[in-house]
């Protein structure tokens, strides 16, 4: 599971993507095409087609394309598939629909038919109305407008204050979005850098920041808001709190989230992607509250929704499997079973082998993070490490920064306990500078890594006071507001334990699990 995604050709990896009817509807299209530009074009996609691996000298030694034609012709290629595609997806996508009416309408209007393009954009805008495209009927009330100043039999002044009023209930709506959208993105931005939030002072930011913008909206009566509106507005909350570590308000938002979804289905079917991202925050949120009942429960139904989707994209269908195998190992983790889990392994990594141009560095590394831990707690320490190590060799130090000082931390854990902790001084001592780089070096971490380090000098018969020691020492930071971080990512309290009661940690997990759901 290679963690760095190589670089293509966008033509390559855009064929690559398609499914077998998109490849047997371009060679129709293809083929009503005339000329031998086209009959080249078609020679280039069968090539393409052809091959594991983008191999521009077996392109010009198969087709007949000079060296200087060839960026020309798979840029020609690559628009000639996009339409074929567009042609096969518009029936099923209500957005495509929208645009190739708004498309017709102002061919009508440039042909004088301004009747016919009106009638035209009263349908289209009513549709667009009522799947809250609002961008969308704004465009269509634009032209309208236009052609109420070029058709003075249909510009009444009525109907005009009526698209008026209805353009400016529109603006403040797409703005109240765009402003929503941005607070969310940026949210999810800083998560991605930087995980939860680790000092007093990055929590002060993000109140100061992000928490009064929207407070404005909290003026506002729900009542009065769109659809579209309560769900940029659920999903911003929804990160502000996840990132602040509040996990019961942000189970809270997304609870909001994911009802409103079931009382709007026509909704979910066309936002299904935003609908199954709202179930992994509410699953994240319940395993880190440790609400199992609630967790297997919401989990469970997921897999019942997604088993009951048909005709998804290749997107939706990559998210709701990147979803499964996420909770999948969160479920193995709460419930203790190491040795079930890494049998799901193979799985997995089938899954991101299928989907590796398309599935982000984010969610790879995250997949190798769980993976790893799996295999931490079945005891196989070199293959933990084995994984971590993919992790701690990540080129870019932004993207998910919290994972990669993790992973260092528990690679030092592993070599320990792998007998590999030979060089341990200089380990830590590595690790210390990376954390401090990316000011990531809090309390307890530091506190493990002070442990790890004067361990070879502990005599065994005292190393069972030193862990119970460390325990007892962190024990009081598994609440606090942001040194319960660490807990997040790695389970250290159970892993003391385990070293003071001479088990293996799996067990101690078990044993917790067992004991919570009885």
Known sequence: MAVIPTKQEPVFELIRSMSKAEKRNFKLYATRLSGNQQAKFITLF?????????????????????????????????????????????????????????????????????????????????????????????????????????????????????????????????????????IATQLYGLYLQLGYTRTQKDIDLIIHVYGQRLSKFDTLPEETLSFTERFYLYQAYAWYHYILHNMLLCYKYVRHWIALFDEHPQMKRLMFDAYMRGYSRLLDSLFLLRSYKRFAQTLNTFEQEIAGIDNVSDNSRMIALQIHYTHQINKYFYEGLFNEGIKIIPEVEAFVQRYKKHLDIHHRMLLCYKIACLYFGSGDYDSCMSYLKRIISTRDPQIRRDLQCYARILNLICSYESG?????????????????????????????????????????????????????TLKPYEHHPYERRTFYYLDVLSWLQSKVEGIPVGEVIRRRFLAETR
């Open 46 to 182: 069968d090539c393409l087609d052809g091959m594991d691996e983008y191999n521009e000298k077996r392109i010009l030694q198969r087709c007949p394309i000079k060296k200087e034609q060839l960026p020309n012709m798979k840029a020609h290629l690559y628009k000639q598939i996009l339409i074929s595609i567009r042609l096969l997806e518009v029936q099923h996508s209500l957005h495509m629909q929208l645009h190739e009416q708004l498309d017709f309408a102002r061919i009508l209007y440039n042909k004088g038919l301004y009747q016919q393009s009106s009638k035209l954009l009263d349908k289209a805008a009513e549709q667009a109305l009522q799947t809250e495209q609002f961008t969308m009927a704004l465009d269509f009330i634009d032209l309208q407008k236009m052609i109420d100043t070029q058709n003075t039999t249909r510009g009444i002044i009525s109907k005009s204050e009526k698209l008026n009023r209805l353009a400016d209930t529109l603006c403040n709506r797409i703005t109240h979005i765009s402003e929503l959208t941005n």
């Open 420 to 472: 590999s902790d030979y060089n341990i001084d200089y380990q830590i001592r590595a690790v210390y500078v990376f954390l401090d780089r990316m000011n990531d070096l809090q309390q307890v971490q530091k506190e493990m890594m002070h442990f790890l380090k004067r361990l070879n000098s502990v005599y065994a018969s005292n190393l069972k006071d030193e862990f119970r020691k460390l325990y007892e």
